[in-house]
Every structure is written in structure tokens, then in C-alpha cells.
């Protein structure tokens, strides 16, 4: 990933919900108490995620557990 150098040491947030389990809440609590821990257990200053910008219910949830838009990227995959 080309990322700018103070992202590199941060850690990643991300969730995968197969589709016949979204809009259920198991994304948003589950990615809560996650960063939940992280605040409390580990002290950490940040996290980011990277979300595809068509994939508009990620940026939703991500907007709602209080992520804002960094930066745009382009990301290759293995396969391209």
C-alpha cells in the first residue's frame, strides 16, 4: 500500500459482513467495542481504515463511528 509514512505504524480498522448479515448492527457493535478496547486497553492515538469509494454503507459506518475523509488513494490488488 503506498501510504503516507504516518499511517504506516497506525493500526487498521476493517469489517466484512456477508450480505444476508448487513444492516443487522453486527458491524457497527462489533467495530465499537473494538475501538473500545483499543482506547482503553491500548492507548493508541489513532486508527484508519481504507474503504473503497463506491462502497457507500462502509463510509457510512465509518462516518458514524466518528472516522472523517483523510486522504484519496489508489489501491492495487494481487489479481490486477
Not at 2 to 28: C, N
Not at 57 to 78: C, H, P, V
Request: contains cysteine; proline residues 6%; glycine residues 4%.
Amino acid at each position: 500500500r503506498d501510504l503516507p509514512h504516518r499511517y504506516q505504524k497506525l493500526p487498521e480498522m476493517g469489517w466484512i459482513v456477508t450480505p444476508s448479515k448487513q444492516r443487522q448492527g453486527f458491524a457497527s457493535e462489533s467495530a465499537r467495542r473494538a475501538l473500545d478496547w483499543m482506547d482503553e486497553d491500548r492507548e493508541l492515538p489513532e486508527t484508519y481504515c481504507i474503504i473503497d469509494p463506491q462502497n457507500a454503507k462502509s463510509i457510512q459506518l465509518a462516518e458514524t463511528l466518528g472516522y472523517r475523509f483523510g486522504m484519496l488513494t489508489t489501491f492495487l490488488r494481487n489479481d490486477e
